[in-house]
């Protein structure tokens, strides 16, 4: 399979290039246009377990790599570093399905392709005199997952950054303690964007010319990398399996999958699953109160002019969600013109505008829906009074525009699988106060009175976090950053 600019096809990659490089230097992203001869035969999956399906599907999408060494990364990535012996497991709500994606490592849904990732990175730098550096700005939950992932990764080092006393204690505690030889971790005093700003910055420095005699190269593990996007197809088609071999679907049945969408990376892995043959009669996109794809997919118009909420579903704070690019592209019919056109409008006018046929097309495939943060804290408060079932603030927006959906009408007569995204225990204090009320609590007491009151059990990497020594105590102005990813290179990958 040979991948493409979204924006161009005068030049073609192989997917160790893709990976390595990311993003596209056009600024698009990489797409392949051979998947949909991929079929995903619902009849098929049946007897195979998440390891083998997961090389099954991720060997068509990499074919230009080894596929002992890709078996063996599998293997690495998917063992009992995940809580569950299913990875990710499919669970009953009432009458509908969660996905539980949150058992690995860091306890929310991006250990999925985070675990896989940095893998794929060393298969595809093998037999080449390179190292990387990984830098990553934060605002809380992907730097952990990053780091995690990347821990020990050979020819791989990592550093991290977070807005200085602006993650919350659980996130802090997560990556302060951050084991590993290779990883590097920055509190910014800053806020997130100047975190990020300053990464992009050090992304064009001179800092890039000088590593080049050295081999040593800066790369990000950001959503839009095909080696985070490839690994999340697995679990669609794995849910598929778990709801067959429960005997809620025979192969070639439809079934719903809503998703608590920000950067609609996820939700995006679900369309090419769809695409490949999963019998998906339907795609939810769920969104918080920053419902600019709601807008999009109900008018046509994406228009990012709007005020930035900040929500209690905070990985979902987003108001470009960059991979919508790759999904354009594909309803456009692989129209690298107009996909290259409409971005050039969202950057400079801040919106753009599809035909009405596009749309309609883009609808056969989607439906859309958003919830307000009353909205999800009353959908937590109602999934424990109901079902005995705890969920993350993420997981609520999905559930809430899950059941908007079947209440007008648009939910299909078939299984609804719901994708839930976080451990309840990341978001204690929302998650406690929306079922039992009172004042705030802090995250550590939050979990605690959560375990107490509903014997939902924490997940361990959670409970012992307080026990763990503080490795990382860097604090640093924003013009220290760079000093700071030049030193670690030093320290790591220039032996
Ligand atoms: C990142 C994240 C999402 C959104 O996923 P996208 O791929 O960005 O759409 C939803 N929930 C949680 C908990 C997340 O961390």
Known sequence: MKYHSTRSKEAYFDSRDA??????????????????????????LIDKGYRELAFDIMKRFLSDMDEKSLKDAIASAYDDKFASRLITPVTPLGNDWLLELYHGPTCAFKDVALCMLPRLMSIALKDRDEKLMIVTATSGDTGKAALEGFRDASGIAITVFYPYQKVSDIQYLQMATQEGNNTFVGAVRGNFD????????????DIV????????????????????LIPQIVYYADAYRQLMARGELLPGDPVDFCVPTGNFGDVLAGYIAKRMGLPVRKLIVASNENNVLTDFLTTGVYDRRREFKKTISPSMDILVSSNLERMLYYESGGDCELTAGLMKDLSEKGYFRISDEMLSGIRESFDCGYASDDEAREAIRASYESYDRVVDPHTAVAIKVAEDCRRRGAAGDCPMVILSTASPYKFASDVYGSIFGGGAVSGQEAMALLYERTGEPIPKSLRDLQKKPILHKEVLDIREMKGFVYDNVRRSLLL
């Open 194 to 205: 100047d975190c990020q700003t300053e990464v992009k910055k050090i992304f064009s420095s």
């Open 19 to 44: 990976i390595l490089k990311g993003l596209c230097d056009d600024g698009g992203l990489f797409v392949t246009d051979d998947m949909d001869g991929e079929r995903l035969d619902p009849g098929a």
């Open 209 to 228: 010319s000088e590593l080049e005699g050295s081999g040593v190269y800066l790369s990000s593990a950001n959503s839009i990398n095909i080696g985070r």
